[in-house]
């Protein structure tokens, strides 16, 4: 299984919006610029995850992304939802019925293999219920990270 490039950007939105100095909303552009990425296409994650309900948005000169809740009762899975989708990540295309003529067979057949992904498929989104976003904001020494003012710093590597 492969996961988007957005799920790793919507966890680093997420902890940019944690540490932001004094909660204040962040504009696209600050984040697209420190992420690295195009503000048109991050406007696209960041749509999935207000729609998802991770972040929310407000429009005007001091509004833009903040945090729709505590970053401490975020999981990875919140995060893997907003921007998967909560769908199976396998579904039949039926080819399989292209191939053999018998549909008795190639539903026994076919049920064996969804069945063995649907059960890696819990085991691999109950891994990410585990893992709570705040966890990720404590530096190895066990101190947390002191907010930021995003909208004041360069591309300084020591934040």
């Known amino acids: 299984m ?3 490039s957005s799920f790793e950007q919507a966890v680093c939105i997420l902890l940019m919006l944690a540490l932001s100095k004094d909660h ?11 992420l690295g990425v ?3 296409y991050l406007k696209k994650v960041l749509h999935q995850m207000v729609v998802g ?12 992304f903040s945090l729709s809740y505590d970053i401490n009762r975020m999981t990875l899975l919140d995060v893997y939802d907003a921007i998967e989708g909560p769908s199976p990540i396998i579904k039949s295309t039926g080819i399989a019925s ?16 969804f069945d063995q992904i649907g059960r890696a ?14 966890t990720l904001l404590i530096n190895p020494d066990g101190t947390h990270r002191q907010p930021i003012d995003w909208n004041r710093i360069g591309d300084d590597r020591h934040v």
Do not use: C, H, Y
Not at 24 to 34: A, F, Q, T, Y
Not at 123 to 132: D, V
């Open 2 to 4: 492969k996961l988007k």
């Open 24 to 34: 204040m909303p962040l504009k696209s552009v600050v984040i697209s610029n420190r």
């Open 38 to 40: 195009s503000d048109s």
């Open 53 to 64: 309900g991770l972040i929310s948005s407000e429009a005007g000169k001091g509004g833009g």
């Open 98 to 113: 292209r191939i053999f003529f018998d549909d008795q067979f190639v539903e026994a057949q076919e049920k064996k293999i």
């Open 121 to 134: 498929e819990i085991q691999f989104k109950s891994g990410l219920k585990r893992e709570n976003l705040g």
